[in-house]
């Protein structure tokens, strides 16, 4: 009631980031919309007609910046009409303040996580990491892509799904359930269509024909996990090249090449450590032993 507004908590934040003062209109006064509507109209014929096809909102963004800077070269600011509305924005730049970067805009919800370690959202399906099963998630639903967190670590990154009743696996997130069952690594269906590096699949394609290759092949794809993708690619490289494809030749170069822990350095000796008794320099017991001899 009266003119007190209660705005949501992200818009707010929002307006914060862009140092933007909100004003509401009056409930049930639509009149007062009209002029905000007749710019959404000018906006919509001037820079979206005819439609826009684009491939992602990085594509749009730049073009409708060009647009903008093209519509304000040609065309005369409404107050100052000697200038063109371009002339006046460069007049005005020093002043301005300096852009914060973009919002970090979201929508947060949480959501449990299934024993495939799938967590829904948006009547589509995600993939997570093994670890985080059992306990739920947040979901931040971005416009391009969806995060999965969990006590604040990622868990999870896909890029965001508009269809219904589909599922996006991130292979990885599987590497350490393969541990237990290795024959999922030719059957499962988040290992289907899996595009692995060039290394590291010639090594797969190589162990298809062994009798264990697939638990060996895990073997290869769980030390991703600690080594990094490239070191392990790598490795897998330099033992094609050598002629040798196993799995215990492969994480052996992986351990050979992992840099040895620096020894600790004790700086001041520890009280417990101190002789109470310091023993005295006297080389001529030396003597006394060879004389004994």
Known sequence: ??????????????????????????????????????????????????????????????????????????????????????????????????????????????????????????????????????????????????ELRQDGRMVGEHPRNFGRDQTVYDPWHYVPVLARKPGALRNGAPFKDWVLPAGIARVRRKLAGVDDGDRQMVSILGAVLHDGLSAVEAACSQAMHEGVCSADVILNILSRQREPTAPLTIMTTPPSLRLRREPLVDCARYDSLRRAM
């Not at 906006?43 to 060009?66: I, K």
Request: glycine share 6%; aromatic share 12%.
């Open 1 to 146: 009631m009266g003119k007190e507004r209660a705005y949501n908590r992200r818009f707010l934040q929002m307006c914060g980031h862009y140092l933007v003062d909100p004003v509401a209109c009056t409930p049930a006064s639509g009149w007062e919309k009209g002029q905000v509507e007749n710019q959404v109209g000018l906006v919509r014929e001037r820079f979206f007609t005819p439609r826009l096809r684009v491939t992602s909102y990085e594509e749009l963004n730049a073009l409708l910046l060009d647009k903008a800077v093209a519509y304000a070269r040609a065309h005369r600011h409404p107050e100052f009409r000697d200038q063109t509305i371009w002339e006046a924005f460069e007049a005005e730049r020093g002043s301005l303040v300096p852009y914060a970067g973009r919002f970090d805009g979201f929508h947060a919800v949480t959501a449990s996580v299934s024993k495939t370690c799938l967590v829904r959202f948006d009547n589509n399906k995600y993939s997570v990491m093994a670890s985080a099963v059992g306990r739920p998630v947040e979901i931040r639903a971005y416009a391009d892509r969806i």
